[in-house]
């Protein structure tokens, strides 16, 4: 892929001056229907556990090291790639997905949405939901990873610790330091570090192109620009038996009506929405993204049956929800999540 320099970069983000617009992106233009729409199968159901969705422990630190690398112009900061800026190594934690589907057959496919940030902070996590004793059993079947942002992929050495031969599914997207830092790496400007090569199959999914890993259960990838120099996200959708789609995000930067459109268009049974579990991209840092407001209420045309978002979404985005009458799955505010208005670290949703 032809990479931008990081003029271009910010022109095509559009980020103002203002916002946290901040920690928005465009978003990504709808791709083409399909020729025929594309049967992924049914599944009994689909559990989610989260392991982790606490990103960072503290906004105005990571704005910080974000303006720090524009030399005080928070504005140029997001246009520098994440491999080249001095983060604050005390705030990072990380989002992390544990998902165990069941086909109609009985069976269960368990993998791991993303691998955090911080290996310290997800070792402890992995060993408080025994996601560590899964990994050496070989009971977690792959990693997913939605998108190369630090707090979803540079915890990667803690996965790799427990099965370095796991397979791992990234989208093409990737920028060339992504496969140095699979291959086994220590960036020391960015405090990132994966001691562990990878020794596993390497799955790199093409932007556009519907993926059905098991029945009932496939992932699209999109690809556009996102802050820090980052391209392309890729999610998942499920199409539980007599329930619906569920939609599944890393942080949704393509954005949830985008994703949802997509299904409905492309997949057979994606005009039946029944949930959507994951970070939404609403209120990262604060308020509610400007730009991003829409989506919210754009959301209600899918009637959802649960809306279980966190990490990203921020706080004020899923009180709106509420205000709304939207039916958002709660939790207990457990291990550093701040609200039980939304499911948090070591709580569960189970769609079926």
Not at 31 to 59: F, H, P, Q, Y
Not at 147 to 162: I, K, R
Not at 165 to 192: N, S, V
């Amino acid at each position: 892929m032809e990479e931008m320099n990081r003029r271009d970069f910010l022109k095509t983000l559009g980020v103002g001056a203002a916002a946290l617009g901040v920690g928005s992106m465009v978003s990504s233009k709808a791709l083409g229907a399909v020729s025929k729409k594309i049967d992924i199968g049914v599944c009994k159901s689909v559990r989610i556990k989260c392991i982790s969705e606490t990103g960072w422990w503290s906004n105005p630190l990571l704005l910080s090291d974000i303006k720090q690398a524009g030399k005080g112009n928070l504005r140029k900061g997001l246009g520098v790639s994440q491999w080249e800026i001095d983060w604050n190594r005390n705030n990072c934690a990380g989002s992390c997905s544990l998902i165990d589907v069941e086909t109609l057959d009985g069976k269960h496919h368990k993998f791991l949405v993303d691998t955090g940030w911080d290996p310290k902070w997800m070792d402890k996590r992995f060993k408080e939901e025994k996601v560590d004793e899964m990994l050496m059993y070989k009971d977690i079947e792959f990693l997913y990873v939605t998108h190369e942002h630090l707090d979803h992929f540079w915890g990667l050495e803690t996965t790799l610790l427990y099965n370095p031969k796991i397979k791992i599914i990234i989208p093409t997207t990737f920028y060339p330091e992504a496969f140095h830092f699979l291959r086994g790496a220590k960036f020391l400007y960015p405090k990132a570090k994966n001691l562990i090569p990878h020794r596993g199959e390497l799955i790199r999914t093409e932007p556009g192109k519907i993926y059905k890993l098991f029945p009932g259960c496939a992932s699209i990838a999109f690809d556009f620009p996102i802050i820090v120099r980052i391209r392309g996200e890729q999610s998942l959708f499920f199409n539980v038996k007599d329930k619906g789609m569920v939609l599944v995000t890393g942080c949704g930067h393509q954005s949830l009506i985008t994703l949802a459109d997509f299904v409905q268009k492309n997949v057979v049974g994606g005009g039946s929405m029944y949930g959507v579990y994951g970070g939404l991209h609403l209120a990262p840092f604060g308020p509610i993204i400007p730009k991003r407001a829409h989506i919210i209420t754009e959301m209600g045309k899918f009637n959802f049956k649960k809306v279980a978002c966190n990490h990203c979404t921020g706080l004020p985005a899923v009180q709106k929800m509420v205000e709304l009458g939207y039916p958002v799955v709660r939790g207990t505010a457990r291990y550093g999540s701040i609200s039980d208005l939304y499911v948090g670290n070591g709580d569960e949703v189970v769609f079926g």
